[in-house]
């Protein structure tokens, strides 16, 4: 069975510009988490889709956005880049129901803004 | 809220001797699940051991064992006969049914050979 898939695994952009980045979760699998890490605030929680619907959100700004496809694809996106969006974006995703609560992680998507 | 403190950044161990890394939560819920996981430099996040709370018995997964302290709200990590690919930053984390997990701060784990 494949693991989580992230892509583009590094890039570089500029401030202003906008990121999309893109996340296939573990067949089977139908909740998708992006996380954020940084080594100043360490692994934050940005939101977590279920079946298409966005289940829980943490506490970011509204540039940071995100869906999830009826193939439990997702996508995140951040708009207007800031020298802080610079961090290792974690796609995770766990089976329906969630029943053992584990998260299997993709290897990221390594972001750095200039 | 919700939180997980690991308040050891960094500890060393001897290649083919026991190390323990700490985590303390804070929770007001009775079943929850808590978990250690291991971060290789560059490397994605993997599962080391996951302890359920409603379970009194320690999990234990090859040499990773924990020590899960209910009440004192502990859940310590133990990696016996230390090895050079255990190396890697360790998380602790929980999680409350579906609700988002937390991760604590890590613990970067140094082996010497």
């Known amino acids: 069975k494949a693991g989580v898939t992230q892509t583009p695994r590094y890039l570089i952009k500029t401030r202003g510009q906008q990121v999309t980045l893109s996340c296939s979760p573990i067949?089977?699998?139908?909740?998708v988490s992006w996380y954020q890490q940084t080594p100043g605030q360490g692994l934050q929680f940005l939101f977590e889709y279920f079946s298409e619907t966005q289940r829980n959100k943490g506490n970011f700004p509204g540039r940071f956005s995100g869906r999830q496809f009826s193939n439990s694809r997702s996508e995140m996106n951040v708009s207007t880049l800031e020298l802080g969006d610079s961090a290792l974006y974690l796609c995770?995703?766990?089976?329906?129901?969630?029943?053992?609560?584990?998260?299997?992680f993709g290897e990221g998507s390594r972001l750095t803004v200039l | 809220a919700q939180t997980v403190t690991q308040s050891q950044p960094e500890m060393s161990v001897q290649e083919a001797e026991t190390v323990t890394l700490s985590c303390t939560y804070d929770?007001?819920?009775?079943?929850?699940?808590l978990f250690w996981y291991k971060q290789p430099p560059s490397r994605q996040m993997i599962l080391v051991i996951r302890?359920?709370?409603?379970?009194?018995q320690n999990a234990t997964e090859n040499r990773f064992s924990v020590n899960f302290q209910k009440a004192a709200k502990s859940f310590s990590l133990k990696i016996s006969d230390s090895q050079l690919g255990d190396a890697a930053m360790y998380f602790c984390?929980?999680?409350?049914?579906?609700?988002?997990?937390?991760f604590g701060a890590g613990t970067r784990l140094t082996v010497k050979p």
């Open positions: 929770t007001s819920e009775s079943d929850y699940y």
């Open positions: 984390a929980y999680r409350y049914n579906n609700n988002d997990m937390r």
């Open positions: 995770a995703s766990s089976s329906a129901g969630g029943h053992t609560g584990e998260l299997f």
């Open positions: 067949s089977g699998h139908r909740s």
């Open positions: 302890q359920e709370a409603y379970k009194q």
